[in-house]
């Protein structure tokens, strides 16, 4: 089964002083246990610009021919190729004639600009024919910026989550070189609840394609989203996770955690402001020794068993004690690791963006004081990965922040922390690989 869990870093808040609070939400799923799996429908949207030309454009193509020696007989498969216009190359059919195909990835060729939107749409509408039910992925790749067809970040990236909403096309996005747009890529990919790489090297290709797939392969939980109610002593609340969000017709908000692969753990936090709890003249709890009502949370998933589909839904109710005595209000360290991480990626996410306007001593101010708080805590084995992330941010901004580099692996430490999945791919610099990553298989 499932599993989740749910702890506030403070239990137990000063009575009648309003306070922030963050509570935790950790689900892991469970272990595949057969190996009979559903057929599943990938397409692949390679851009073959020419800025891709040479090597680049082999080790796509190297990937390309990895992923079709893998497929199985009832497995769906499709490839799109764009440049300033896209192009169906293998269009998507299940039982595929796997020399064949790979005949037409070695005939693929580089071309012009890139029309990434182009390429996107036309991949969906090949996975849009695949059978109903059907497990729907895509892999967009490209090295460069969009600059023919639809040019918008924003209107791309809505384009990737109607995907999901309508067919249910999760993207995930692969940037490599110095040259692609790392903002778009990340928001096309957490629109669709999908994986981002940030890629120095093509040579790091046939690994982050395979790893999408088996990720695929070993699919357990889908769907799984998270509804959120705030109750009587909730002020305000705020996501610091990857979590993709809209409003329901019932007022809460239901936030998207995307799909699960077996032993998966994914983990977020949200950011809660409490409002002042009073209590009775002789210190007592005025309306329960329980505690009081903070946030409604109702979990709803697919979870695929050995033989069927099972739709689960899990509710809790998270409440939160007042108290006299300051020793009562203790931090229960074992949320530091998932906190600290996704408090670091929000303040690489907003320093960023000020570096975009040239605040740059602004920006170093805030990176030095966030890595303060977290060496305050003294426990430094729990808030290393927030730790780290936020001294190469610093170490990026002293060095050369101005080169493209340095901001996408500040870009993609943070989409990293925030999304914070034990199994979603490292493609980054081994030795900087976050502690909660599972390693690679060898």
């Known amino acids: 089964m499932t599993t989740i869990t749910t702890k506030l870093d403070y239990q137990t808040i000063l009575a009648n002083q309003g306070r922030p609070v963050n509570l935790t939400i950790a689900v892991k799923a469970p272990e595949v246990v057969s190996e009979e799996r559903k057929p599943i429908a990938f397409a692949i949207s390679l851009d073959r610009s020419g800025s891709m030309r040479g090597r680049k454009l082999e080790q796509a193509k190297e990937a390309c021919r990895g992923v079709i020696d893998n497929l199985r007989p009832e497995d769906f498969f499709g490839l799109v190729v764009f440049d300033q216009v896209a192009e169906v190359v293998l269009p998507l059919r ?15 060729y580089s071309g012009g600009s890139t029309n990434l939107g182009g390429g996107w749409a036309l991949a969906r509408d090949e996975l849009e024919k695949a059978p109903e039910g059907a497990t729907r992925r895509m892999l967009l790749l490209s090295d460069g910026q969009a600059n023919v067809g639809i040019l918008d970040p924003a209107q791309l990236a809505s384009l990737a989550g109607d995907g999901l909403d309508r067919v249910g096309v999760r993207t995930s996005c692969l940037g490599f070189g110095d040259d692609y747009n790392e903002d778009l890529m990340s928001e096309m990919a957490n629109a669709s609840t999908g994986n981002f790489y940030d890629v120095v090297s093509a040579d790091k290709l046939p690994e982050i394609f395979d790893a999408e797939l088996d990720g695929i392969l070993g699919l357990v939980v889908q769907n799984l989203r998270v509804r959120v109610k705030p109750e009587t002593f909730c002020d305000e609340w705020a996501s610091l996770g ?33 409002e002042p709890i009073p209590l009775g003249a002789d210190g007592s709890q005025v309306c329960s020794l329980e505690g009081e ?19 689960r839904r899990d509710s809790r109710l998270i409440r939160i004690k007042a108290t006299q005595n300051p020793e009562e209000v203790t931090l229960d360290e074992s949320v530091l690791p998932i906190v600290s991480a996704q408090q670091a990626a929000e303040t690489i996410r907003r320093t960023i963006g000020k570096m ?49 580099r340095g901001r996408k692996t500040a870009r993609y430490d943070s989409r990293s922390l925030r999304r914070r999945s034990s199994r979603e791919h490292w493609s980054g610099d081994e030795s900087q690989r976050p502690s909660f990553k599972d390693p690679r298989p060898e």
């Not at 969000?245 to 409490?274: C, I, N, P, W, Y």
């Open 242 to 274: 990857e979590t993709p969000g809209h409003r329901l017709s019932d007022g809460r908000v239901e936030l998207k955690l995307g799909d699960l692969v077996s032993e998966e753990e994914r983990s977020f936090a949200l950011a809660v402001r409490v």
């Open 293 to 311: 009502k903070l946030l409604s949370l109702e979990f709803l998933y697919d979870e695929i068993t050995a033989d069927k589909i099972v739709s």
């Open 94 to 108: 299940s039982d595929v004639d796997k020399a064949g195909a790979k005949n037409l990835v070695n005939s693929i």
């Open 356 to 404: 975009d306007q040239n605040r740059f001593e602004e920006a170093l101010l805030d990176l030095q004081d966030e890595a303060a708080k977290l060496r305050a805590h003294g426990r430094p084995e729990l808030v290393k990965d927030g730790l780290d992330a936020i001294e190469r941010a610093i170490r990026n901004h002293r060095e050369g922040w101005r080169s493209r």
